[in-house]
């Protein structure tokens, strides 16, 4: 495994389908070349579906593959983290099946960075405080925490599963 560049994060599927949870390992596994055997749990606010998380460790980049990989289920509910690594900025996915995917740059301490001109685009479009102070919580992922937040406080104190990228 190349150590330039390594980073880790997290996998956090909120809610799936039973029928689908295989699907979903396969898909972790495939992205990070190892076998994923998640611990599936009853998911609360989701009565019926299963929730997992895994922790995993790889290339800078490796939260992207896995988003891509993920989305292939769409009635799942999920988010990736992926920490920041030297010279590149950590990211957070968040997938809702009724909002799709956000995708946003973090800082060292887990805040969602907005760039300059993510910021003057908004300041352009905005018609009135209102319509700047939406844009702004749509870049912040606002919409996506909403929807999710049931699903995470439900997973609280739930079992992780470490999973390192081989090659």
């Not at 937040?149 to 439900?154: G, I, S, T």
Request: proline content about 6%.
């Amino acid at each position: 495994m190349s150590t330039r560049g390594n980073t880790q994060g997290v996998v956090y599927v909120h809610s799936s389908p039973a029928a689908v949870c295989p699907h979903v390992e396969w898909a972790i596994s495939g992205t990070l070349g190892v076998r994923a055997e998640l611990r599936w749990t009853a998911q609360p606010a989701a009565p019926g579906q299963l929730r997992a998380e895994c922790a995993w460790t790889g290339d800078a980049g490796t939260g992207g593959k896995l988003v891509g990989a993920l989305r292939a289920w769409p009635m799942t509910r999920f988010e990736v983290t992926e920490e920041p690594s030297p010279g590149v900025d950590g990211e957070r996915f968040c997938f809702a099946p009724t909002l799709g995917l956000w995708h946003g740059r973090t800082s060292a301490n887990g805040d969602v960075v907005v760039g300059e001109d993510q910021l003057r685009t908004l300041a352009a479009a905005a018609r009135a405080g209102e319509s700047f102070a939406y844009g702004v919580d749509e870049v912040l992922g606002a919409s996506w925490d909403e929807a999710l937040e049931p699903y995470r406080r439900a997973g609280d104190g739930a079992p992780v599963t470490w999973l390192h990228r081989v090659g």
